[in-house]
């Protein structure tokens, strides 16, 4: 354990595990929490260590985390994320990389890269982590996990460091299907939407795969009834912009002040990612929140309540650990059409785990209209043999 606290969680973690409900129905099952969640006595860090040193001790739990635990869930740790949560490759330049447990060498994906990490590894149960333009989904696809953004909105926010607040959800990762739909039975609010019974198969999304996913894709989708479908006829550049825009300014909006008066020391990619926020300004929001309006509707008729759109989670397989900064970003570009389409119109998304013909991880997507995450969670639990992971 000694080895895995010291990359998937943070230096300043708790000192002791915190003990669920001993006759909570979650009792025996353990997790960890991305650094951003507020717990009693301790601070959240947000993945930057002079943010963390400008942070008052939490006085009172997040909701979600104390609802875990009041079910039996032992917290047992805290875990690292990108600075501000402010990427998707799960690298930190004040804390490490997190290992990828089911593909050494490779970068976990992030920025909930901790919370993958530590239950790739087996170390905790299940986790937390946050999604705003992919921090859940992409990490679960890499580190061979099942994961969950759930709809905008589905879970109180209150204890949990914000990013562009239009688009951040909590989700959470499990090794398995059946332990990720149990979890979403205590903390997403009790419904009963429409099974679903119309799959979609975004070949638009296929086509933004490399090969091997597509190839991967395509052998589950020949064995099921699907019908294909374009997820964005004109393509998601504008779709891809117009959160970036707003990301930014909401960003900003949050952290400017802390980071213009601090000056806070922030590792490569995300220093430059924030120096862009800072130039984002009002009219520039405004046309890419009518770009997202419209994506919204589009999406939201495309998809109404009792069908699934099935699409590659992330374009490719996990990219190599010394990857150059150019091919990261370039992957991050990537990545981003493929994730935004949930953010934009506030849709939940679970992924599957998958593998390459080479053996490397991947992810098949659901994405579902509002409110449908319990179906798509039983829907995940019905495909999973499927996938073969």
Known sequence: MSSLKSS???PHDIAAPIAGRADGPLAGLTFAVKDMFAVTGQRAGGGNPDWLSHQAIATHTSSVVATLLDAGASLTGKTVCDEFFFSIAGANA??????????????????SSGSASAVAAGAVDFALGSDTGGSVRVPAAFCSLHGIRPTHGALPMDGVLPMAPSFDVIGWFAAGPGLLRLIGRHLLPVSAPAPITRLLAATDMLALADAPIAQAIARILARLDTTPTQLAPAGTEAWREAFRVIQGREIWACHGEFISSVKPAFGPGV?????????VNQPQADAATAIRDTARAHLLALIPPGTAIMLPTAPCAPPLADAD????DHFRTRAMALTCAAGLAGLPQVTLPIAT?????????????????HALLDLACSLAPLCGT
Do not use: Q
């Open 94 to 111: 004040h804390y490490g990389t997190p290992p990828n447990h089911r593909a050494p060498g490779r970068i976990p994906g992030g920025s």
């Open 8 to 10: 998937a969680f943070v």
């Open 325 to 328: 900064a150019m091919s990261l």
């Open 357 to 373: 013909s080479d053996g490397l991880p991947a992810g098949l997507s659901l994405l579902g209209s509002p409110g449908s995450d």
């Open 271 to 279: 220093a430059e990612r924030m120096a862009y926020a800072a130039t």
